[in-house]
């Protein structure tokens, strides 16, 4: 059974930095999709960062240059690192996980995922 876990959420003033971990459980590394979704109310669910298997990554125009997502295959782990951080960050993190398909490994299109971990609330204040 596929199963996602987020962890390493919390409260923090604006500017200040955090790693998101998402622990991955049956995922095969050149079978699997994988990225990070945030969902904040009125806003909806919209993709923040996303990697291929070949290590290909893709970033929401909003934290490109602020957070970077990388996986640990040591560890089995997707990690998504964050500086810099707004308000307009909170929001609910989730990860999700898709069967290896070349054509929508990156898709920031939360229909394309098959898989989510029950999400990590992340509060930034000002």
Same mark, same amino acid.
């Given at each position: 059974?596929?199963?996602?876990?987020?962890? $390493?959420?919390?409260?923090? +003033?604006? %500017? %200040?930095?955090?790693? @998101?971990?998402?622990?991955?459980?049956?995922?095969?590394? %050149?079978?699997?999709? @994988?990225?990070?979704?945030? +969902? #904040?109310?009125?806003? $909806?669910?919209?993709?923040?960062?996303?990697? #291929?298997?070949? %290590? !290909?990554?893709?970033?929401?125009?909003?934290?490109?240059?602020?957070?970077?997502?990388?996986?640990?295959?040591?560890?089995?782990?997707?990690?998504?690192?964050?500086?810099?951080?707004?308000?307009?960050?909170? #929001?609910?993190?989730?990860?999700?996980? !898709?069967?290896?398909?070349?054509?929508?490994?990156?898709?920031?299109?939360?229909?394309?995922?098959?898989?989510? $971990?029950?999400?990590?609330?992340?509060?930034?204040?000002?």
């Amino acid at each position: 059974q596929v199963r996602l876990v987020e962890s $390493g959420g919390g409260s923090l +003033q604006s %500017g %200040g930095s955090l790693r @998101l971990s998402c622990a991955a459980s049956v995922v095969t590394v %050149g079978r699997t999709c @994988l990225g990070w979704f945030r +969902q #904040a109310p009125g806003i $909806g669910c919209e993709g923040v960062a996303t990697i #291929a298997n070949d %290590g !290909r990554t893709k970033y929401a125009d909003s934290v490109k240059d602020r957070f970077s997502v990388a996986q640990d295959n040591a560890t089995n782990t997707l990690l998504l690192e964050m500086n810099s951080l707004k308000p307009e960050d909170t #929001a609910k993190y989730f990860c999700a996980a !898709r069967v290896y398909w070349a054509p929508a490994c990156l898709s920031m299109i939360p229909a394309n995922y098959e898989h989510w $971990g029950q999400g990590t609330q992340v509060t930034v204040s000002s």
